[in-house]
């Protein structure tokens, strides 16, 4: 049951390492895109995990190994209700967002995509979603194909007739852009793709963060992200795909618990999730996110919502009106997320953000993985503050602080 009220203050104070000083200045973390900060239910799961429950998953019958398999599993079932999975065994534990992307790319992109096949991605995309799409299209001959964007750095949806074909096996897209913070229209380019018979990949790393993602609404075919950007550890994420796709599958890597019977030539493989689970898993990793999604459920991914959109309406309005500096990304809340990505005059953003840091202001300054979208913007990087549900409009203030002097001294 979600709480009844959303106090971002209160809610602050689960999270320890908020509660800090970086170089002398109360902490005010603002690269929650990079990755997020841990509460404290999540930093206890882990702890049980190792102080009770240690053991590995599937493969004992001994009493620890019964605990930790059912603590292993259940996540899984509470993460598969979370997106609103048909059942758990469509939630595939890999490392990551990263991880999940080439799991597919590799292990059904190999079996059904060949030569002169298209993948269909966009010029929006972060690097994990490029760069094993590229690998496959060397190893298949296979063309990839963009679709551009506009000068607020949405996607140009007017020609997604002409880009997709039924030569277009794959179709990868994010849900949301970590760069400008971009919310793509997937159900849309979903029913378009299925309807030239291409799948639909969702790189979901900063989509499932901040808005409630049900799959089966969204229609799509795999959809990937990461623990660690939505209160969970690092190291731990999930592809979550349709069961009929991934009994088709090939296995993505080869190890122990991912068979069923193993001979000296061939070997068969054990039933989806596990096949794709190859060694021992990130199983405390797997724990952290399930309390991660309790955590986010408890407090209410609409309430999340209707915080973070108030306070990027704040920013926009407070951070938009320094003189010199620019904003990318769409203009409208209904088309962006907690993102904001910007320039300062002729200050460089690793200029701006060791000021900020001076500060004890962490903003992420760079390319954010996503060199296609600077090149549209004809930008090497930007500056970029990202929130997520422990901001508050006093962080947007202290930002706006640390950016005049940003501005004093490249004036
Ligand atoms: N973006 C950022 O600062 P991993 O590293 O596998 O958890 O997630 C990769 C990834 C994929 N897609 C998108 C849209 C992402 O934002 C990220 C991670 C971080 O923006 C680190 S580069």
Redesign the pocket.
Known sequence: MPRTDFDPIAIRKEFPALDQTVNGKPLIYL?S???SQKPRAVLDALDAYYERDNANVHRGIHELSRRATIAYEDARGRVGSWINAVEPSEIIWT???????NLVAMAWGLDNVGKGDEILLSVL?????IIPWQLLAKRTGAKLRYIELDEQGRLILDDLDSLLSRRTKIVAI??????LGTINPVKRITEAAHAVGAIVVV?G??GAVHTKVDVQDLGVDFY?F?G??MCGP?GI?VLWGRRALLDAMSPYQGGGEMIHFVGREESTWASVPHKFEAGTPNIAGAIGMGAAVDFLSEIGMDAIAVHERDLMAYAIEKVGAIPGLTIYGPTSLDERSAVLSFSLGDAHPHDISTILDSDGIAV?AGH???QLVMKHFGVAATA?A?FYLYNTKDDVDRLVDGLEQVRTIFA
């Open positions: 690269d895109a990079a990755t490392r990551g967002t990263t991880e999940a992307i995309e972060h690097h994990s979603n994010s849900h949301v852009s970590n760069a790189d790393a900063q990937a990461s660690h950007k690092t994420g992420r954010h993985c996503a970029r990202s």
